[in-house]
């Protein structure tokens, strides 16, 4: 049991430390045997509202609506807008789009892993270079709407890579069609 020196009040809460009443640190007060209530809370002396600014105790309060005075009911004149207004923040943060990045990549792999089988490559390869090329246009021109440049330039890697080896495929085995047509002239 805890007791306020000034008010004699005594509290049962172990963890308060300072009344609640008036702020003066509790001391400890010893357990009687027989329970007896509690002296009524004597009020706090009121001091004179004379002392210096700086020794009153000041609560921060919040700045007044424009065209409302100190006084209640009294209003003032309205007072200008701030010239430098600005928007709210977002309630939530927008994630930066990559969509096309993404697309990028995802046709370049098909491209390189499914493209060979019914030359499906040679649609998604071509898709896969231009959407990256886009995809990387729109970074360069709006970084903090758009990221995704890893994975942009990946798809181009890899839809190129397909187109190269298609087209290398192609020139060899034309070479190859070629030459055999010339034996057989002879």
Partial sequence: MKRCPKCNQEFVEEWLTFCTTDGTPLTDAPRTADYAPPPPPVSPPQRPVTAPQEDRPTIQMPSPQPGYGGAIGVPQAPQPLASSWQAPPAPFAVAPQQGLAIASLVLGLVSVTLGFC???????????????????VQ?????????????????????????????????FYGMAILLGGLSNLR
Avoid: D, H, R
């Fill in 118 to 136: 019914c030359s499906v490559g040679l649609i998604t390869g071509p898709l896969a270079v231009g959407l990256g090329i886009f995809a990387l």
């Fill in 139 to 171: 970074i360069k021109n709006n970084p903090t709407q758009y990221e995704g440049k890893p994975l942009a330039i990946a798809g181009i890697a890899t839809g190129g890579l397909y187109l190269v080896v298609m087209i290398l495929l192609i020139l």
